[in-house]
T-cell receptor, first 113, second 112 residues
Framework: GENVEQHPSTLSVQEGDSAVIKCTYS??????FPWYKQELGKGPQLIID?????GEKKDQRIAVTLNKTAKHFSLHITETQPEDSAVYFC????????????FGSGTQLTVLP | EAQVTQNPRYLITVTGKKLTVTCSQN?????MSWYRQDPGLGLRQIYY???????DKGDVPEGYKVSRKEKRNFPLILESPSPNQTSLYFC???????????FGAGSRLTVL
């Protein structure tokens, strides 16, 4: 089955700096890679996603890049703000799987004022 | 408001006392799923359902049961809870063929 590894498990940055979270996946047939943000006391919420026919996608301060050859994808957050502090999960979807997404282990991002 | 509603949000129980965590969605989604979240392990899938009366095991189904008698509801049943089922549980749903999951707010379960 699909396996998704996520690094780092914790990340602290100064407000205004950039943050990068990286994930690798095992199944080369995976074709959809979302990122979810989980704020304290809430359920995860989709913030950005990318499909395998695209190398990069950007939405204001967040961007995701995908390297299909190396089977890894990354989340980039620029100009970090305190409200970016949360747990971030990457995930991968294999179109042949009925079980939908396989999640990474999560990254606790803390933005220091 | 489109949402997934879980109850209870918090529960402390004792080993062996059967409990049910309810999940309901108002978006007419075909797909529903249960996850547990544990430190360092991320979100692991327990069971999922592609539609009414269609359920299947995820990665960690041991000790859990589910049913899908109605499209909107997908309860998680712990017949005989044990301390290793202490965890944060999430229910999620999506449209068939779509990958975007809508999660509930979570249910924190403690088994003593």
């Amino acid at each position: 089955g699909e396996n998704v590894e996520q690094h780092p498990s914790t990340l602290s940055v100064q407000e205004g700096d950039s943050a990068v979270i990286k994930c690798t996946y095992s199944d080369s047939a995976s074709n959809y890679f979302p990122w979810y943000k989980q704020e304290l006391g809430k359920g995860p919420q989709l913030i950005i996603d990318i499909r395998s026919n695209v190398g990069e996608k950007k939405d204001q301060r967040i961007a995701v890049t995908l390297n299909k050859t190396a089977k890894h994808f990354s989340l980039h957050i620029t100009e970090t703000q305190p409200e970016d502090s949360a747990v971030y999960f990457c995930a991968a979807y294999f179109s042949g799987s009925a079980r939908q997404l396989t999640f990474g282990s999560g990254t606790q991002l803390t933005v220091l004022p | 408001e489109a949402q997934v509603t879980q109850n209870p949000r918090y529960l402390i129980t004792v080993t062996g006392k059967k409990l049910t965590v309810t999940c309901s969605q108002n978006m007419n989604h075909e797909y529903m799923s249960w996850y547990r979240q544990d430190p360092g392990l991320g979100l692991r899938q327990i069971y999922y359902s592609m539609n009414v009366e269609v359920t299947d095991k995820g990665d960690v189904p041991e000790g859990y049961k589910v049913s899908r008698k109605e499209k909107r509801n997908f309860p998680l049943i712990l017949e005989s809870p044990s301390p290793n089922q202490t965890s944060l549980y999430f229910c999620a749903s999506s449209q068939a063929g779509a990958n975007v999951l809508t999660f509930g707010a979570g249910s924190r379960l403690t088994v003593l």
